[in-house]
């Protein structure tokens, strides 16, 4: 079956870094890649979509500048969280969609955790 | 707009008895519907989907879901519980075709007592 591998899937780190985490599909090329949030016991939050090639479309509310995405190659997307601070702890989750008539694979997830 | 809505944001019934997890959607075109689990720390399986196939889906792990179009649900249940089956479950609509931004319920954490 389709899998989608996200790296790391725990990170600790100080205020003010940058943060970058991966998400690639092993098995599959993604033309659509998509970033969630998901705050302690809520619901997941759609924050972005990804194209391979093409810039990401945002969510209304979601800083671009903040929260950085490429999509530079069918099975690799990234999201780099950039100047974090402790109200960007969160759990993180990326999906990837081999084909438009299928639902998206998502991955594993990675706790982010701005000390 | 397109949204979903998860009655009950915790549900606890014991070993072997029923488990009905309540979803409505509100949706302007013919939907498609999804359930998914999600253990903690973890992503989000997919259990089943709704794609107009048929109004009675069958998932994985005995899970099956009964779209309404009248009610406008897609309820969630499984005959029997298992103690496995404690995670989250999350209602998921998609606009346009499956692969579609996905918007989710609040979810149901279900709880199983032995």
């Known amino acids: 079956g389709a899998v989608v591998s996200q790296h790391p899937s725990w990170v600790i780190c100080k205020s003010g870094t940058s943060v970058k985490i991966e998400c690639r599909s092993l098995?599959?090329?993604?033309?659509?890649m998509f970033w969630y949030r998901q705050f302690p016991k809520q619901s997941l939050m759609l924050m972005a979509t990804?194209?391979?090639?093409?810039?990401?479309?945002?969510e209304q509310g979601v800083e671009k500048d903040k929260f950085l995405i490429n999509h530079a190659s069918l099975t690799l997307s990234t999201l780099t969280v950039t100047s974090a601070h402790p109200e960007d702890s969160s759990f993180y989750i990326c999906s990837a969609l081999a084909d438009p008539n299928q639902p998206q694979h998502f991955g594993d997830g990675t706790r982010l955790s701005i000390l | 707009a397109q949204s979903v809505t998860q009655l009950g944001s915790h549900v606890s019934v014991s070993e072997g008895a029923l488990v009905l997890l309540r979803c409505n959607y509100s949706?302007?075109?013919?939907?498609?519907l999804f359930w998914y689990v999600q253990y903690p720390n973890q992503g989000l399986q997919l259990l089943l989907k709704?794609?107009?196939?048929?109004?009675l889906v069958k998932g994985i792990n005995g899970f099956e879901a009964e779209f309404k179009k009248s009610e406008t649900s897609f309820h969630l249940t499984k005959p029997s519980a298992h103690m496995s089956d404690a995670a989250e479950y999350f209602c998921a609509v998609s606009e346009g075709n499956q692969g579609g931004k996905l918007i989710f319920g609040q979810g149901t954490e279900l709880s199983v007592k032995p």
């Open positions: 949706s302007s075109v013919p939907p498609y």
């Open positions: 098995d599959f090329q993604a033309t659509t």
């Open positions: 709704y794609t107009s196939a048929a109004t």
């Open positions: 990804s194209n391979e090639g093409s810039k990401a479309t945002y």
